[in-house]
Structures are given as structure tokens and as C-alpha cells.
């Protein structure tokens, strides 16, 4: 019998189809920009151990990578069941991604209701001033109505602010979940 540690999370990651959220995985769990991510089918799990500065035990996290394209819609929501965390993912390039956000936000509370969350862009790197084209006002309209208060711009290609995503929501959930 497979025994878990006390500190067990469930973490989906989605956003639209090609935002970068397999990129993002990849670069927070092996430091290295994966060029030739495919599209991903259905789900996929990865398992990280995370030490926080103020636990004494490591934490697991379960990272899924869900399908951002339509068609996996029905696939989904069976895989939001026990998230104790979400990633909502926008491509900084692609402002409808941005705005697309609300309908995922749906869908997940639908499911799960709301649990802690950080709200990314990603793609940093592609924006060539480095200035976001979602301005002040938007993000903090999109942070309010996801109720999330952590935003970050992140690059997956080199690893901008990556970890840093991870490690705040492991801290949320480590703050709200801890008996
Ligand atoms: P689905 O699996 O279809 O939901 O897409 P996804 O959100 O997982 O996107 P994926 O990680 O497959 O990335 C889509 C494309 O964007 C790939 O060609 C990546 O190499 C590229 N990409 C992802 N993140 C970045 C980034 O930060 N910078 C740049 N320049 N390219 C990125």
C-alpha cells in the first residue's frame, strides 16, 4: 500500500491550449526548457517533493497537467476532484487567454469550488519592452474576480519567476491545510 505523507496536495494547471503549462512543469521540475512540448492529451501527473522553510516535514506535491483544447472538456472536470490548488495560466502574447481565465475559473469552482490560487503569464520573454499588454487595471480585475492576490509573469522558455509560482502556492495551501 502506497503511504502519503501528512502534506499531500493536489495541484491542477490549466489555462488555454498552448499558454505554456507543460513548458512551465518542465522547467520547474527539470530546470530545462522543453522546445518541442506537444500538445497535451487528456492529463498527465507529476510528483514533486517540496521543503518549505517553515515545515518540518517535505511536501508532495501531485502537479496535473490538464488538456487546455476544448475537446478535453468532459475529461476534465473528473480530474479537479480533490485539488487543493490551482495554476490559472495566460499567454502574455494572447490577450483572449487572458480573458479566457474567467471560463476556467468556472469550470474548476464548478468542481471544486474555490481553493487557493495564483494567477501567471507566461511568455514573458516574447514581450519585447517587457511590458505586459494586460495593463494594471485588467490583472487586478482578473485577480479579484479568481480571487487570486499572487500574479506573476513568468518565462518557461528561461525559467523567470518559475519556482517562485510553485512555492507560493505550496505555501498558501501549506498555511490553509495544516492541522
Ligand atoms: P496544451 O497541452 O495544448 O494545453 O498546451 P500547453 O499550455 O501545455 O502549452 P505547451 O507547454 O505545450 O507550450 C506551447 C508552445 O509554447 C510550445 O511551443 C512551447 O515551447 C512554447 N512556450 C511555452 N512557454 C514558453 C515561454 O515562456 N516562452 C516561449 N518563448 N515559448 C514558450
Not at 507543460?22 to 530545462?32: E, P, S
Request: with cysteine.
Amino acid at each position: 500500500m502506497v503511504k502519503f505523507n501528512k502534506y499531500y496536495f493536489k495541484v491542477c494547471i490549466v489555462g488555454d491550449t498552448g499558454v505554456g503549462k507543460t513548458t512551465l512543469l518542465h522547467q520547474y521540475l527539470n530546470k530545462r526548457f522543453k522546445s518541442d512540448a506537444e500538445t497535451t492529451i487528456g492529463s498527465n501527473f507529476f510528483v514533486k517533493y517540496v521543503k518549505l522553510p517553515n515545515a518540518k516535514q517535505l511536501i508532495t506535491l501531485q502537479v496535473w497537467d490538464l488538456a487546455g483544447q476544448e475537446h478535453f472538456k468532459w475529461v476534465r472536470s473528473a480530474f479537479y476532484k480533490g485539488a487543493r490548488g490551482i495554476i490559472y495560466v495566460y499567454d502574455l502574447t494572447q490577450k483572449e487567454t487572458f480573458y479566457n481565465l474567467i471560463k476556467w475559473k468556472e469550470e474548476v469552482e464548478s468542481s471544486i469550488g474555490i481553493v487557493p490560487n495564483v494567477l501567471v503569464g507566461n511568455k514573458l520573454d516574447l514581450i519585447e519592452s517587457q511590458n505586459s499588454i494586460i495593463d494594471y487595471e485588467e490583472c487586478t480585475f482578473l485577480k479579484n474576480n479568481l480571487t487570486s492576490r499572487y500574479y506573476y509573469e513568468t518565462s518557461a522558455k528561461y525559467g523567470t519567476k518559475v519556482d517562485e509560482v510553485f512555492s507560493k502556492l505550496t505555501q498558501l495551501m501549506f498555511k490553509i491545510y495544516q492541522e
